[in-house]
């Protein structure tokens, strides 16, 4: 059973870089070709898909977050990571790490991390 | 890339049909079958219900069904329970190779 567990700070300061990781157990990530996305939620909002990427290392970001975004692969970690530039408190959310539930690539997130709570505050 | 258009909320009795709508434009609902349905309890992960339009995940009830007309999948759930008070999402590939999430649903069994 594959399990994603994120990990990193509770609290970035505005302007600065939002640095998240997402470790994955129960399986390797070099094997087989999946995509491993990110997304979040405000705090009583809806969801919001940040972007993807697939175990060969392209990228597909949201266009409204796109000049911010960068997804980065650590396979030999089992890890992958987001990274989010010139933070303001709008950045504020429950950021959730996810993996489809096969190859195709259909956005299907089966996997979850419980989610982490990121705040965004002087 | 506006967010899929969901009712905030939909109600229904134990035992009946309700059916939740997820609208979309002809670049996102209207143009590809991969439209994947959510349930969210509160302080949880989302839960994959419905993937590629009408597919179930191993171990999730067929009471859910999926399905789409034109720029509007929708999510049916019949016999309703107790247990399927949640919140739902839907999530759509857009052109451009990304993805949006519908605005999200509160279903209420009375």
């Known amino acids: 059973q594959v399990h994603l567990q994120e990990s990193g700070p509770g609290l970035v300061k505005p302007s600065q870089t939002l640095s998240l990781t997402c470790s994955v157990s129960g399986g390797s990530m070099s094997s087989g070709s999946y995509y491993w996305s990110w997304i979040r939620q405000p705090a009583g909002k809806g969801l919001e898909w940040i972007g993807r990427?697939?175990?060969?290392?392209?990228?597909n970001y949201n266009p409204s977050l796109k000049s911010r975004v960068t997804m980065s692969l650590d396979t030999p970690k089992n890890q992958f990571s987001l990274k989010l530039d010139s933070v303001t408190a709008a950045d504020t959310a429950v950021y959730y790490c996810?993996?489809?539930?096969?190859?195709?690539?259909?956005?299907?997130?089966?996997?979850w991390g419980q989610g982490t709570l990121v705040t965004v505050s002087s | 890339q506006s967010a899929l258009t969901q009712p905030a909320s939909v109600s229904g009795s134990p035992g009946q049909s309700i059916t939740i709508s997820c609208t979309g434009t002809g670049s996102d609902v209207g143009s590809y079958n991969l439209v994947s349905w959510y349930q969210q309890n509160p302080g949880k992960a989302p839960k994959l219900m419905i993937y590629?339009?009408?597919k179930w995940p191993s171990g999730v009830s067929n009471r859910f069904s999926g399905s789409k007309s034109g720029n509007t999948a929708s999510l049916t759930i019949s016999g309703l329970q107790a247990e399927d008070e949640a919140d739902y999402y839907c999530?759509?590939?857009?052109?451009?190779?990304?993805?949006?999430f519908g605005t999200g649903t509160k279903v209420t069994v009375l």
């Open positions: 996810a993996r489809d539930i096969d190859s195709y690539g259909s956005g299907s997130n089966l996997y």
């Open positions: 590629e339009l009408t």
């Open positions: 999530c759509s590939f857009a052109a451009g190779g990304t993805f949006v």
């Open positions: 990427i697939y175990s060969r290392g392209t990228t």
